[in-house]
C-alpha cells in the first residue's frame, strides 16, 4: 500500500492516464510501454526516492493486469415502475 502523498499522486496519475489510454484503444503492451516511460523518467528527475519509484511501479503493474479495472460498465435493464 502507497502512504507518501507524492507517490500516491503520481499512481492517481498514472492509473488515470492508463484508463484514458484504454479506452482510446491502447492495450497491454502500450500501457506497460507508458508505464515503463514514465518510470524512467522518475527515476531520471530523482522525484522520488528509489524505494518509493520501486513500490510504485508494482503496485500500477499490479493495476495494469487487474482486468476489472478496464472493464466497461454494463448498462442496466431498466423496468417499467409506476
Known amino acids: 500500500m502507497l502512504q507518501d502523498t507524492q507517490t500516491i499522486r503520481h499512481y492517481q496519475k498514472l492509473t488515470d492516464a492508463l484508463v484514458d ?8 503492451d502500450s ?7 514514465y518510470i524512467a523518467a522518475l527515476r531520471h528527475t530523482n522525484a ?7 513500490r510504485l511501479e508494482e ?4 493495476y495494469i493486469y487487474d482486468p476489472s479495472n478496464f472493464e ?11
Open 31 to 37: 500501457l506497460r510501454l507508458y508505464l515503463d516511460g
Open 72 to 82: 466497461m460498465p454494463q448498462p442496466q435493464p431498466q423496468s417499467d415502475y409506476y
Open 59 to 62: 503496485e500500477v503493474t499490479r
Open 21 to 28: 489510454m484504454w479506452n482510446r484503444g491502447y492495450r497491454y
Open 48 to 54: 522520488l526516492e528509489p524505494y518509493r519509484i520501486n
